[in-house]
């Protein structure tokens, strides 16, 4: 099993939905300097018994949560990622919560995965329309010794309505392993989305 001594990168970009399934995303944005991130996938499963004995498991809709721990994460971004709606203030911006999850908008995340080198990661990823379920902060009073507890974004990720062409699935997340041959890739793989259908076009032959 391997085992990952980093992360970073971690950027975000809305979805839009075209209205037939397909769908088109904003422009790339810095969520927030990540500490770490952990992976979960959940798959929904029936077991199919007879003679009182498990025959067979059949299995429905999978979804990855993600969970990033994050240093502070701007008002803006926080108010983006939740669809909280903005308010002028004599000249500056207030955001008030909505109730209502479910206008939350859909986004692509993207980040790195490191083992033990700083400089380069070993993994990148895109992982495709998620919504976040929860932004969590801790504060603390002024001490000695007090030290900055951060954010923790937990977003879960869902399959797409429309397949991909390159695939004809609807897959969850797209990973490029990254090696001394593809090292140039990296910097181009979070300048937007990267999606099984744009991958050969975005980072090349």
């Known amino acids: 099993m391997r085992q990952y001594r980093g992360c970073s990168r971690l950027v975000y970009a809305i979805e839009t939905d075209a209205g037939d399934g397909a769908v088109s995303y904003g422009a790339v944005k810095e969520l927030a300097p990540v500490k770490s991130v952990s992976r979960e996938i959940a798959s ?26 994050t240093t502070r994460i701007a008002p803006e971004v926080v108010a983006e990622l939740l669809g909280n709606t903005p308010i002028e203030v004599g ?8 109730a209502d999850g479910s206008k939350r908008p859909y986004i692509a995340v993207g980040y790195a995965l490191h083992d033990g080198d700083i400089d380069n990661p ?25 030290g900055s507890e951060g954010q923790s974004v937990e977003i879960a990720f869902v399959a797409p309505k429309k397949p991909f062409e390159a695939t004809g ?37």
């Not at 009182?52 to 990033?68: C, D, E, H, L, P």
């Not at 070993?122 to 001490?143: P, R």
């Not at 990254?178 to 099984?196: G, K, S």
């Open 44 to 69: 929904e499963n029936e077991a199919v018994y007879a003679d009182n004995v498990v025959q067979q498991r059949t299995y429905g809709a999978t979804s990855i949560t993600r969970t990033f721990e």
């Open 122 to 146: 070993c993994e990148v990823v895109w992982a495709y329309h998620g919504k976040v379920n929860s932004i969590s902060k801790a504060s603390n009073t002024i001490d000695d010794g007090t």
């Open 91 to 98: 000249g500056s911006v207030a955001y008030a919560t909505k």
């Open 169 to 205: 699935e609807r897959n969850l997340d797209f990973c490029l392993p990254i090696t001394a041959d593809n090292v140039d890739m990296v910097d181009t793989f979070f300048e937007q989305v990267v999606t099984p259908d744009n991958a050969s076009s975005v980072l090349g032959e």
